[in-house]
């Protein structure tokens, strides 16, 4: 029994310090990302498919409140009046500047209101007796939804014009990558999803077996150059290698290359957090909606891997016929293994991090660019929502199309080998990029 408790004991001051770590790094995430641009970048609305930044801001502070000091902690509410301001589903971002919203100084005294009242529940959570509550997972919850919002206003920032606001060392250079460009994977069962994962998200549970058959994967993402010769080969005016749907948009809206992409003479340029660049060839090709990476893929005589095939590629280790947390291995992510944490404003060229791979020698499955699927986003077998059907259960179906991997601007709290995010197949101010398959059995 003494045994038991102080293995618990060491447990509890575990989660308590992941808690906490991970709490105060999202905490100076969102202080950077709200206090680098004056207030009227603050409460303009850069675009209509973003919220104004004191939106999130606010919203961040209020989720905290609901969850960890209402949910948890069984306090009352500190501003009653407000939640339907910041209720995600109750007024689309359109609408959101509209809202007598809190102004900058409110929302900041706010969220460091909601902060300081969170820090002292998580001092004395016991860390069991509720699903909530078990492992942290409250904590863990709120950590990654301000992580979520803070790639969100990455997002809006990298829409908002002006001089740059935000500034980051560019990633290591490498070699230029000549290794194979593609990687067999073995066809066969592998466990899917988890439901060990102590802060894993409902979408990601449970774990279940899944079959697939042997399928050729991309090594690295596709890259700019790649795209390029798409681009040049007339693949936007080409209808046979669009979906009716994805042709009548890119129709529709004129576009003609990713997004921020603009020719100049002989050269592509792009413009990226308020500098303007040439588009660097070695770099995975960002900004893309699932309509354009599905008909490169087309054209290049491949296919966008499923969900299933992506996660193989990542998690699955031929050596034990286990499945892993990350490529690498069990082990949290590490500045070697991936560009994770907005620790650079761009991804690292095609080929980096071999300490990252997977066991069958596919690289950058995690970080530089959310990574397009062929799959819906649909519930797996035995899901349950938890703990509100809105984080995923109202969003499955064939309307959304699963984005694997992270991005630079996902930090590794919010980001594993079963992460799955989700997004309509439009869009493209998110950082999505993509890499393509082919079935074992076809052609080369």
């Given at each position: 029994?003494?045994?038991?408790?102080?293995e618990?004991?060491?447990?509890t001051?575990?989660?308590?310090?992941?808690?906490?770590a991970?709490?105060l790094?999202?905490?100076?995430?969102?202080?950077?990302?709200?206090?680098?641009v004056?207030e009227?970048?603050l409460?303009a609305?850069?675009?209509?498919l973003?919220?104004?930044?004191?939106?999130d801001?606010?919203?961040?502070?209020?989720?905290e409140?609901?969850?960890l000091?209402r949910?948890?902690?069984?306090?009352?509410?500190i501003r009653?009046?407000?939640?339907?301001?910041y209720d995600?589903?109750?007024?689309?971002?359109?609408?959101?500047p509209?809202l007598?919203?809190?102004?900058?100084k409110?929302?900041?005294a706010y969220?460091?209101?909601?902060r300081?009242?969170?820090?002292?529940?998580l001092e004395?959570?016991a860390?069991?007796g509720?699903?909530?509550?078990?492992?942290?997972?409250?904590f863990?919850?709120?950590?990654?939804?301000e992580?979520q919002h803070?790639?969100?206003?990455l997002?809006t920032?990298?829409l908002r014009k002006?001089?740059?606001a935000?500034?980051a060392p560019d990633p290591?250079?490498?070699p230029?990558f000549t290794?194979?460009a593609?990687?067999?994977?073995?066809g066969?069962?592998?466990?899917?999803?988890?439901?060990?994962?102590?802060?894993?998200?409902d979408?990601?549970?449970p774990a279940h077996?899944r079959e697939?058959?042997?399928?050729?994967?991309?090594?690295?993402?596709?890259?700019?150059g790649?795209?390029q010769?798409?681009?040049?080969?007339?693949?936007?005016?080409?209808?046979?290698?669009?979906?009716?749907?994805?042709?009548?948009?890119?129709r529709?809206?004129?576009?003609?290359?990713?997004?921020?992409w603009?020719?100049?003479?002989?050269?592509?340029?792009?413009?990226?957090?308020g500098i303007?660049?040439?588009?660097?060839a070695?770099?995975?090709?960002?900004?893309?909606?699932?309509?354009?990476?599905d008909?490169?893929?087309?054209?290049?005589g491949r296919?966008?891997p499923?969900?299933?095939?992506?996660?193989k590629?990542?998690?699955?280790?031929?050596?034990?016929?286990g499945?892993t947390?990350?490529?690498?291995?069990?082990?949290?992510?590490?500045?070697?293994?991936?560009?994770l944490?907005?620790?650079?404003?761009r991804?690292?060229?095609?080929?980096s991090?071999?300490?990252g791979?997977?066991?069958?020698?596919?690289r950058?499955?995690?970080?530089?660019?959310?990574?397009?699927?062929?799959?819906d986003?649909?519930?797996?077998?035995?899901f349950?929502?938890?703990?509100?059907?809105?984080?995923?259960?109202?969003?499955?179906?064939?309307?959304?199309?699963?984005?694997r991997?992270?991005?630079?601007a996902v930090?590794?709290?919010?980001?594993?080998g079963?992460?799955?995010?989700?997004?309509?197949?439009i869009?493209?101010?998110?950082f999505?990029?993509?890499?393509?398959?082919?079935?074992?059995t076809?052609?080369?």
């Amino acid at each position: 029994m003494t045994e038991h408790v102080t293995e618990t004991a060491v447990d509890t001051e575990a989660f308590r310090e992941r808690a906490l770590a991970s709490l105060l790094t999202a905490r100076d995430r969102t202080t950077l990302l709200t206090s680098c641009v004056e207030e009227p970048d603050l409460t303009a609305q850069h675009s209509p498919l973003m919220s104004p930044l004191v939106w999130d801001l606010a919203h961040i502070g209020n989720q905290e409140e609901l969850w960890l000091l209402r949910a948890v902690a069984g306090q009352d509410a500190i501003r009653p009046e407000i939640d339907s301001l910041y209720d995600a589903f109750e007024h689309p971002r359109a609408e959101r500047p509209s809202l007598p919203l809190l102004s900058p100084k409110e929302a900041r005294a706010y969220a460091a209101e909601v902060r300081g009242r969170a820090l002292d529940v998580l001092e004395s959570a016991a860390f069991r007796g509720t699903r909530l509550t078990e492992a942290g997972f409250a904590f863990g919850m709120i950590a990654q939804h301000e992580q979520q919002h803070d790639e969100t206003m990455l997002i809006t920032h990298q829409l908002r014009k002006g001089p740059r606001a935000l500034t980051a060392p560019d990633p290591e250079p490498v070699p230029l990558f000549t290794g194979p460009a593609e990687v067999l994977v073995p066809g066969g069962p592998f466990t899917m999803g988890t439901s060990t994962e102590a802060w894993a998200l409902d979408n990601e549970r449970p774990a279940h077996r899944r079959e697939v058959a042997p399928y050729w994967i991309d090594t690295t993402p596709v890259t700019n150059g790649a795209y390029q010769a798409f681009i040049e080969d007339g693949g936007y005016d080409e209808p046979r290698w669009w979906t009716a749907e994805g042709w009548n948009h890119i129709r529709r809206h004129a576009i003609k290359a990713p997004l921020y992409w603009r020719r100049d003479g002989g050269q592509w340029l792009r413009r990226r957090f308020g500098i303007t660049e040439v588009v660097p060839a070695d770099e995975p090709v960002l900004h893309v909606c699932w309509y354009e990476a599905d008909a490169y893929a087309r054209w290049a005589g491949r296919r966008l891997p499923t969900e299933a095939e992506w996660e193989k590629a990542a998690r699955f280790d031929p050596a034990t016929g286990g499945s892993t947390r990350y490529p690498w291995g069990d082990a949290d992510p590490a500045p070697e293994h991936a560009n994770l944490g907005q620790r650079h404003l761009r991804p690292a060229p095609a080929g980096s991090y071999p300490a990252g791979e997977s066991p069958l020698g596919v690289r950058q499955l995690i970080g530089d660019v959310w990574e397009w699927t062929a799959s819906d986003f649909l519930p797996y077998p035995g899901f349950t929502a938890f703990p509100y059907k809105e984080y995923s259960e109202v969003f499955f179906g064939p309307d959304h199309k699963v984005l694997r991997g992270g991005s630079f601007a996902v930090d590794p709290v919010a980001c594993r080998g079963t992460f799955r995010n989700w997004d309509y197949p439009i869009r493209r101010q998110i950082f999505s990029g993509f890499r393509t398959a082919r079935s074992a059995t076809a052609a080369a």
